[in-house]
């Protein structure tokens, strides 16, 4: 097989991870519906009353109704129960700062702490692979070749791999870079709506830049063999 050939078989296989996870992490219109209106609800009750439990058990209750909504309906409840898991820890998060004494900004400030933390380990393990030369991407195609380490033999394939793992980790850094001030001035509002605008809408310019640098030309495989 030609350099040319082994490039364009690493593009397509990278192109089919990227689909494979975008449709994995989206799950569709329904699945971000699923998965923003809890929070939104949650911010809006908090800002409107200051009260934590009435937002907690009304964020908490969508949640529960989309699962229970999506087994009725026989469908995948994937999505769902990840936004009820997801609020569910983050609603564990508030009512311990608010057993502890905290005020009800202190725990409204509590609820957004899971998705801080969760940003800020994955970018920063993101950024890591990276650095150390085994980029995440890299082991995702790996899973779809079935060799999860063939992929590094090649450096070409380790470059671009590389640079789609720092895409993937951007939405992560920026959430924390905006999110974190915020939190630690417990606006509760403001973090509300940056974590709506900041979600699935930097999620989908993350593929979509993915997508623009797949789509770009071959970077060929093996250069110092074909030179000579």
């Known amino acids: 097989m030609s350099a040319s050939d082994r490039s364009s078989d690493v593009h397509a296989t990278v192109e089919h991870v990227v689909r494979a996870q975008l449709a994995k992490a989206l799950g569709g219109r329904r699945g971000i519906i699923e998965g923003a209106v809890p929070t939104i609800v949650f911010t809006s009750i908090f800002v409107v ?5 009435p937002a907690l058990i009304a964020g908490l209750s969508l949640a529960v109704l989309a699962v ?3 087994l009725v ?19 564990a998060f508030a009512l311990r700062a608010s057993s502890a004494g905290g ?10 702490t899971p998705g801080l933390i969760y940003n800020g ?3 920063i393990v993101l950024v890591l692979t990276v650095l150390i030369g085994w980029p995440l991407v890299g082991f995702l195609v790996g899973s779809v070749t079935g060799d999860a380490t063939a992929w590094h033999d090649d450096p070409a394939v380790v470059r671009l791999c590389s640079r789609l793992t720092l895409v993937l980790a951007a939405p992560c850094i920026l959430r924390v870079a905006v999110q974190l001030p915020l939190w630690l001035d417990s606006q509760i509002g403001l973090l509300g709506a940056t974590k709506i605008a900041m979600g699935w809408p930097l999620q989908v310019a993350a593929f979509a830049a993915i997508g623009w640098l797949l789509s770009r030309d071959s970077i060929p495989s093996e250069p110092e063999a074909e030179q000579a």
Do not use: H, K, M
């Not at 009353?49 to 439990?53: A, G």
């Not at 309906?73 to 609603?91: E, K």
């Open 68 to 70: 229970v909504v999506r």
């Open 49 to 53: 009353t200051n009260q934590l439990r």
């Open 103 to 112: 005020t009800p900004e202190d725990a409204a400030r509590a609820f957004f």
């Open 121 to 123: 380990v994955y970018g």
């Open 73 to 91: 309906q026989r469908s995948t409840v994937q999505f769902a129960f990840n936004a009820l898991f997801g609020i569910g820890i983050a609603a």
